[in-house]
């Protein structure tokens, strides 16, 4: 299926009617393929029925990418599989770890961004893409305290990993937004940095503050369990302006609301991508 990607939505199981029936142009619906790397079954149907009808893009969770070892091969030829059966439209991953000697952690934890470990992500990259025979994008991460020994900028450490790999560029805008809060940076600043060519998605979410009120400052959760907050479009519509249309998703992970709801928001999103490409 060839088809233009506007603004898509996370594709939760409680919305597959709904999701079938959409008849908005340029809809596309995301799925992490963890929760499809099976060779059959009602779930992976449910994904191909989904298929016929939309595109689909792969968000990945587990590869580890910045991890102390590569990324593991029976995970990756499985991945491949999907990816021959569904084509995606986009496959995507993150700017982070999550297994260490053999155990996974639920969380995409973040790394000094130091040329050793610059090194050592775009050899994981590389390995993915030339056994993928795709190219990926790569997710910024959200930051919850700050980190030191830093030898590269976030923005300069995507771009060195571009430009390394021929990797592309996810862009959480949401993750831009908490983490320019927690760790106190200025979040256009940081979007004007990136690399325009390289962005391939973009990702828009909710997030929640910390309920500890012990502290001063109130730390933001990228918890995807609320709608996008109008500062977090203002920081789409400046990215849009500077970089045109791109392929941009909403993500909602929690506190799941009816499908209509979700599409209220994503419509918004195509109505920002549609000005643009009236703009040009």
Known sequence: MTATLGAGLGLKPQ???????CAEAEMWFEVHPENYLMAGGPRLAWLDAVRSRHPVSLHGVSLSLAGATAPDQQHLHRLKELIRRVEPALVSEHLAWSTLDGRYYPDLLPVPRTSDILSRVAANIQRTQEQLQRRIAIENPSHYLRMENHDWSETDFLDELVRRTG?????DVNNVYVSAHNIGYDAHTYLDNLPAEAIMEIHLAGH??????????QLLIDSHDAPVIEPVWRLYR????RIGERPTLIERDDKIPAFAELLTERNKAQEILSAQGVLK
């Open 15 to 21: 919305h597959f009617d709904d999701a079938l029936q």
């Open 167 to 171: 990797c592309g560029l996810l862009v």
């Open 208 to 217: 929640s503050e910390d309920s500890d009120d012990t502290t001063e400052a």
């Open 238 to 241: 400046h990215l849009i302006e």
